[in-house]
């Protein structure tokens, strides 16, 4: 919508210049934005006003200067207007809304796809838990806006791949496999208490009697160490697995996983380290191994080894983070909870250290979730320890409605999820409101074609037609469609894509309250179901975006 405008406008300007009306001899970014009020137009643009400093006049007279050297060959305009200190507002006339209809239809469901990505390849990784427990709510955020961040890409022209990085070193995972020994060992009747610190969950007990049921008790009478090490491995495969099933409930397939556990026994980690002491940036103190993060503006160094010799969490990511980088890709996406904030700086610091471009890195940070049932706070399911479960939360108000919830706000605010209007059958469920439109226009063209309207014929159909203020309105904003899938997936910003649709969906709900769409006049029948096709095609491809189904009937 914004495209051919703009050439219009930049034209504009640089006749006022040739002309001598505007002095200046490079024109800022000709931003156009959507007014807030359909009086105001279909677009406004503030370039009077960001000239006015360098031509030093009043922008009112540069508005005007521009405005008499518009030449709209193409009749896009039907009106244009200069208002308050000087924006320009644009309205279009009703011809290109027309066309705009029959661009989107004949785009067929590639419409809202771009290659603006030019085939760049992009990684996301996301979720990346530890095989230590069950997903739980704030995993399932991270889950959904990970996975549509990947579809985004894709819409527009990227090559992805999603990567989960398993954190399956270290001391969590040895305190699991302590853990699961002392489940394991009372479920066979040896009753031993849980080590300080363990992992309290009643999953583990799952896990044990799972064990016990493959492996029988055998590893009673192994020694203790080597039983804790075996139960270990067991039991984090068997935590993999579920994560895999439980990431599945909601549509969601990794490309990759990497185990940290590999990258160590490969000796990436190993060989990072030393190649960042060689440039100079870890030095040993108090028994241990320090990165300079401080030189690149961290509060403070960060341990890089252990007292103990052990390899810190950070020295694996930093070496995980790098064989990214080997790989080729041209962005490299992270999906962090917002407690890892402190983090993103210290590894674009350790990329820069090591010789990487830092801005290839960009980390998408998830606030907290919390659930609540009807205004009230939900008890956190035992099962887990101390956190609801994402499996509960699908079984409870579906995948659908759990991933379009969770990308109702941007990342990194935190969300309200109700669980009672998820699964409310109504106009207040915003999921539901949504769905329900791709719904009701199905039906509508089912009893179109028991009428003897068939698709053909909708796609033939006139869009002249449709001259309706709301017939327009809705071609309005099915037209910002490409754009905002666009800026959704630059910003990495898939909330606005789920607004988009929440907005055409109440368009189309209110112009289906108001309009006869199945009548006697079938020229117009068919041109009204052309546009309710249309709005039906795009709302079933960006819920596709999202990872969403657009049910049929309802």
Known sequence: MKKPLERLLRDACERAIQGGELVTTTLPPLFLSVPKGADHGDLASNVAMMLARGEKKKPRDIAEAIVRNLRDEAGLLDQVEIAGPGFINFRFAPSYWWQCLRDCEAAGDGYGRSTIGEGRRVQIEFVSANPTGPLHVGHARGAVTGNALALLLRATGHEVTREYYINDAGNQMEMLGASTYARYATHCGQETPLPEGGYPGDYLIDVAASIEASEGRRYLDVEPGEARAALRDHAGALLLDQIRHDVATLNIQFDEFVSEKKLRADGLVATTLEDLVTAGFVYDA???????????????DRPVVKSGGEFTYFAADIAYHRQKYARGFHRIIDVWGADHHGHVPRMKAAMQALGLDPAVLEVVLVQVVHLTRNGEPVRMGKRAGEFVMLRDLVEDVGADAATFFLLMRKSDAQLDFDLELAKRQSSDNPVFYVQYAHARIASVLRQAAEGGIDRAAVAGADPA???????????????????TVEASAVELEPHRTVFF??????????????TRILGDDRELVAARLLLAVNVQKVVRVGLDMLGIGAPETM
């Open 286 to 300: 108090e028994g241990a191994r320090w990165f300079r993060s401080t030189e690149f503006g961290d509060d403070k």
């Open 465 to 483: 037609r449709l001259t309706e203020p709301e017939e327009l309105a809705l071609i309005r904003r099915l037209a910002q469609f490409p754009e």
């Open 501 to 514: 649709l929440m907005e055409l969906a109440g368009d189309f709900h209110r112009y289906y309250t108001r």
